[in-house]
């Protein structure tokens, strides 16, 4: 009886979630990792059930969600394919495909050949930013084509030296891409309707960040990683608002950017993680250093705020889980280590889900005081880089290969 009543409070959460709210893009409808709209749950089932699993394509991008279809964008050979599938049953709906001829850096060749960026789903287009970066718009219900920039002609080599990794962000009618090398590149405005450049912001090039959008002090603005600091530009002319350096090895600087308020928290390999308040004084932006921790450190996981603290895995003895407060960086918690090499971290209110890179998914408590987890399940059969996404359904988990619904029962 007990087990039974996990099961259904489980399914509940799932329908709950979906109901509320789509999974559009990375890091879910506010690229923060949260998914709104759920109800407490009492209890999480011994195993969950595999519904469907259906063979996709390599890469780690994260799939997405738009009413009845997932989208995910992976490669086959020398293509890289975008498919629409079923959610109920996993069915490919539709696939589009196009040549993508990549060579693997050796330094990134246990990462495959991508892509890597995230798909969005927008304004009844899906949009694609491929591992050499192909910016591509297609029609979500048929998978036609509505139109494509390349960039290897403006920027030699096309992307950053382990491939494009920034996903795509919509607002406005202006889809917000980074493109170029890290050694020259952009920060790109265009039409989302019809892909003409509106504006762009040549100062630096991309990191493998993604952008967020938010208002501080009634200024709209655009933050994220550049190959060499943290940047924000306003939003509707793409001026430069403000730079803090960010320097991280070989110039990876990953960790999408987090605004609380008006407190900007970002971090990097090898380096602290700080928090500045943003302001505008005079005319110009300042940067005010609120805290730093440099002890704690995050490579290629972003932390998920969730109840003014911050949880995140932090990249020191093969993986550790991490509990910062948030208003202070004081670090609460952490785990023995040896988690992996990544985790991709879902807030669904009444629990965090940890997508490890060794398959593992592992649901915790929210708490301050310690780990609590919940329960663990070995989800896949191969390395897990994608995010997990819930639906009402159950909760997609993208392998190497393989899209595949897990649920909580019948």
């Known amino acids: 009886m007990i087990r039974l009543f996990g099961l259904a ?45 259906t063979e996709v394509g390599l890469g780690y991008s994260s799939p997405v969600v738009a009413g009845d279809r997932v989208f995910v964008l992976t490669r086959a050979g020398d293509e890289e394919v975008v498919t629409a599938l079923d959610l109920a049953t996993g069915a490919i709906v539709w696939r589009a ?44 219900a048929s998978g036609r084509l509505v139109w494509r920039k390349a960039f290897e002609g403006e920027y ?37 309707a019809t892909g003409e450049v509106r504006w762009r912001w040549d100062g630096d090039g991309p990191g493998y960040a993604s952008p967020i959008v938010v208002e501080i002090g009634g200024t709209r603005q655009v933050i994220t990683q550049s190959s060499h600091a943290v940047v924000g530009v306003a939003a509707d002319s793409g001026a430069l608002l403000w730079r803090i350096p960010l320097t991280t090895p070989y110039a990876q600087n990953i960790v999408t950017p987090i605004v609380l308020g008006d407190v900007l928290i970002y971090a990097g390999l090898d380096n602290p993680t700080t928090a500045v308040r943003l302001a505008s004084r005079g005319g110009s932006w300042q940067a005010e250093k609120m805290w730093e921790n440099p002890d704690v450190s995050f490579y290629m996981s972003t932390p ?38 990544n985790a991709a971290i879902v807030d669904v209110g009444s629990a965090l889900l940890w997508l490890t890179s060794g398959a593992e998914l592992v649901v915790s408590e929210k708490t301050a005081d310690a780990f609590r987890p919940i329960r663990r399940y070995t989800v896949a059969d191969s390395p897990t880089w994608a995010h997990p996404v819930p639906t009402a359904r159950g909760i997609l988990i993208k392998d190497e290969r393989f899209l595949t619904l897990w649920r909580a029962g019948q």
């Open 9 to 53: 409070v489980v399914f509940t959460l799932f329908h709950g979630l979906a109901v509320a709210q789509d999974w559009p893009g990375w890091r879910g409808p506010g690229r923060d990792g949260a998914a709104s709209g759920l109800a407490a749950t009492a209890a999480w089932p011994e195993a969950l059930q595999r519904a469907w699993r």
């Open 156 to 192: 030699p080599g096309g992307a950053p030296t382990y491939g494009t990794a920034m996903s795509p962000l919509v607002f406005g009618g202006l889809l917000i891409a980074h493109v170029g090398t890290d050694r020259d590149g952009a920060l790109m405005a265009f039409d989302a």
């Open 304 to 341: 998920v705020a969730a109840g003014g603290r911050l949880y995140g895995l932090r990249d020191r003895n093969k993986g550790q889980f991490v509990c910062l407060d948030a208003a202070t960086g004081r670090l609460l918690w952490e785990t023995p280590g040896r988690e992996g090499d």
């Open 97 to 140: 495909s196009y040549p993508a001829p990549y060579r693997v850096n050796p330094a990134a060749r246990s990462h495959g050949p991508g892509p890597k960026s995230t798909p969005l789903v927008a304004g009844g287009r899906v949009h694609t930013l491929g591992i050499s970066g192909v910016l591509s718009a297609f029609d979500a």
